[in-house]
């Protein structure tokens, strides 16, 4: 009898932290009770992109990242009542660090796609422009790349694992060359240096480029997209975000309330300018 109360006290032992165990799973998993108990949250983000991000070099450290997407960020880290900590990387990374669930959120002018849906979850839209997709060229060629099948006769540049390039697969797919930058600016730069004819670009961060720099234009051309694919959201690791997902969701909600993010992006257009940046 003792010998089966043994066997039975150390079965029960056994479920008790096995169930123990599963509960601390459980709550590992859970990205907004790990940013809570650990204090900060970090936000990888590609300083790059004016006026979402950027850099002001006459500050330093987290304060040197400036934009309406760093605003959000610090927006968000307020509502949770935590510390923010951004990780400036290349576009490329920023996606990858997010997706292997190295860092917390990503905030980087994220435009939605399918293949971006699956790999991560993704906030609501929060920045709408109306402005979409097309072409930077120098400003002689305004009237000369206005087509898909004009435009395959160029030499083409865009940034690498961005929704144009995914554009640029679905509706171009040959030009003379096509060539990959880690950076949209990259591409501007290309084009105005005549290393490529066309930068596929989000218009209205192009826009700003071309008003600070002269010899580039946008032409007519305007790639057909769904309008979810206009907005930019904030992306997360797929696995336990849930919870910080809604906490995300609401504060979006409240900031267009407001029309904050509206009044962000104009101020920090007007800011980028005062200190010179493309």
């Keep these: 009898m003792k010998r089966t109360i043994a066997i039975l006290l150390a079965i029960a032992t056994l479920f008790a932290c096995t169930a123990c165990a599963s509960g601390a799973g459980s709550k590992a998993t859970d990205r907004l009770a790990q940013i809570k108990q650990q204090g900060y949250i970090e936000v990888c983000t590609e ?16 304060d040197q990242y400036v934009g309406m997407d760093i605003e959000l ?17 290349e576009f490329s990374a920023v996606q990858a660090g ?18 971006r849906a699956e790999n991560m979850a993704m906030s609501k839209g929060y920045y709408f422009s109306d402005d979409g997709y097309g072409f930077l060229v120098r400003t002689e060629d305004a009237e000369k790349y206005t087509t898909i099948e004009e435009a395959q006769q160029a030499v083409i540049v865009t940034q690498s694992g961005s929704v144009q390039e995914a554009l640029y697969n679905d509706n171009i797919k040959t030009c003379k060359e096509f060539k990959l930058v880690s950076a949209m600016t990259d591409g501007y730069l290309a084009v105005a240096e005549g290393k490529a004819d066309i930068c596929v670009c989000s218009l209205a961060s ?26 930019t959201r904030v992306a997360a690791p797929k696995e336990g975000t849930e919870s910080l997902m809604e906490v995300i969701n609401q ?25 010179g940046i493309e």
């Design 47 to 62: 300083p790059y992109f004016t006026p979402y991000e950027f850099m002001d070099t006459t500050k330093t450290g987290d």
């Design 73 to 89: 960020a610090r927006y968000i880290a307020e509502k949770i009542g935590v510390e923010l900590r951004i990780v400036p990387l």
């Design 98 to 115: 997010v997706i292997d669930g190295k860092y917390d959120l990503a905030i980087s002018a994220i435009a939605y796609s399918p293949a």
């Design 206 to 231: 192009a826009q700003l480029y071309a008003e600070e720099n002269g010899g580039l234009t946008l032409t007519s051309f305007r790639f057909e997209v769904s309008e979810e694919m206009n907005g």
């Design 251 to 275: 504060c979006i909600d409240e900031l267009r309330a407001q029309g904050k993010l509206e009044a962000w992006f104009s101020e920090y257009a007007d800011y980028a300018a005062t200190l």
